[in-house]
């Protein structure tokens, strides 16, 4: 017979297994071993004043984005105005998490301020003078967290929907070449960090061959880079998943890897502007284009949920070559598509709800993570 003592012991043994056992997987926890899961994060939880936000990012997150601190309106404002109190805050606390930490953006055609493109007289500048900015701002950015910021989104958008050069200041001003003038800069800032190129609507056949031709010519220029960065503003419909399969293969027979930089899926009605994330987009607003203001109804929850996990599972299919997969926001109130491309509407395109909640699109992903790791 056993004594007291020793079933005390195999029920505390028991409990203990039990309450591991029980332990809600964290997002990070199911995909950990295939790619880091990231959130797109802004001032409140740079901060620490969104502490929900904060708790979550700990939590379900190991990786981050900048959302707007690190684009070149907000740290380099000026001609001679750097502004690094909230980037280096942001660093710090990736690093307090461990977190794989990336930068974004350095060049881009927006939220870029005018001066940059300008002489004193507000004509365009000349080639000179914009590669220096391009180089000094680079430099500058870069070298500061050189070391720290993992990975950057160098140059962000360059291409139009039909595969060519978007006729960007950039473009008008220095010529085809400000693209590998960009890179060069960036690795000579550091050499360590992954540089991405970063876009949206790759997955349409002609966009997506630009972009395989655009990274063709950095590698031709032996540019080290490393991912295509797919940004992910998607729709309940599109990408299908084999389109979006079908693009992560183009990607990886190019030798880089692939990173899902700005997941969203979204569930409002797009109008006319689908297939896109052109973020000068504004269409009037109107209640028809707010259908939930509210709550989400179940059945497009579900929907959700659904279209979540069939996307990851493409990830994870393709988990050899997918180094991060970053949401862009961490609940559905911190969005940008509250906003884009109507104002004031109620979107509910990430996975933790307006209270940082879990949603079915969370659980069903985590499945996703279960499935592959089950024999
Ligand atoms: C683009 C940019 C992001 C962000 C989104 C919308 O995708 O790369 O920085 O501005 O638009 O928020």
Do not use: C
């Not at 591991?20 to 959130?39: C, R, S, V």
């Not at 802004?42 to 990786?63: C, H, K, M, P, Y």
């Not at 109507?342 to 499935?371: C, M, N, W």
Request: net charge negative; glycine share 6%; proline share 6%.
């Amino acid at each position: 017979m056993s004594s007291p003592r020793s079933l005390i012991l195999a029920a505390l043994i028991l409990t203990s297994y039990v309450s591991i056992a029980e332990a809600p997987i964290t997002l990070k926890g199911a995909f950990h071993g295939l790619f880091h899961i990231g959130a797109a994060i802004n001032e409140g939880q740079i901060t620490g004043r969104d502490v929900l936000g904060d708790n979550l990012l700990a939590t379900q997150f190991d990786s981050i984005s900048p959302e707007n601190v690190l684009k070149w309106e907000r740290v380099h404002p000026g001609p001679d105005k750097y502004s690094f109190d909230l980037p280096d805050r942001y660093v710090a606390l990736g690093e307090k998490n461990h977190m794989f930490i990336v930068g974004h953006t350095l060049v881009w055609h927006s939220q870029t301020p005018a001066w940059v493109f300008q002489d004193e007289h507000g004509n365009p500048t000349d080639r000179e003078t914009l590669l220096k900015r391009m180089h000094d701002h680079i430099s500058t950015v870069v070298g500061r967290y050189k070391g720290r910021i993992q990975a950057w989104d160098v140059v962000n958008e360059a291409l139009n929907d039909d595969g060519t050069l978007r006729k960007s200041p950039w473009l008008k001003i220095i010529g085809e070449d400000y693209i590998v003038k960009a890179y060069q800069f960036a690795h000579e800032a550091d050499p360590q960090a992954q540089l991405n190129y970063n876009d949206y609507s790759l997955e349409t056949e002609a966009k997506r061959n630009g972009a395989i031709a655009l990274i063709r010519k950095l590698q031709a220029a032996g540019i080290p880079i490393a991912t295509v960065g797919i940004q992910g503003h998607d729709s309940l419909t599109w990408p299908s998943a084999q389109l979006e399969d079908e693009t992560i293969s183009a990607f990886a027979k190019l030798g880089v890897k692939v990173a899902i930089t700005e997941l969203d899926i979204d569930v409002l009605p797009r109008g006319s502007v689908s297939h896109t994330a052109d973020i000068d987009y504004n269409i009037k607003s109107d209640s028809r284009l707010n259908p939930y203001p509210d709550a989400l109804p179940d059945a497009a929850e579900r929907e959700l949920a659904h279209r979540y996990a069939d996307l990851f599972a493409v990830y994870v299919k393709h988990s050899d070559v997918i180094n991060r997969v970053t949401l862009w926001g961490v609940t559905d109130s911190d969005s940008w598509l509250n906003n884009w491309p109507v104002r004031g509407r109620t979107s509910y395109p990430l996975l933790f709800d307006r209270e940082g909640k879990p949603k079915p699109a969370l659980d069903a992903v985590i499945q996703v993570a279960k499935a592959t790791s089950t024999p």
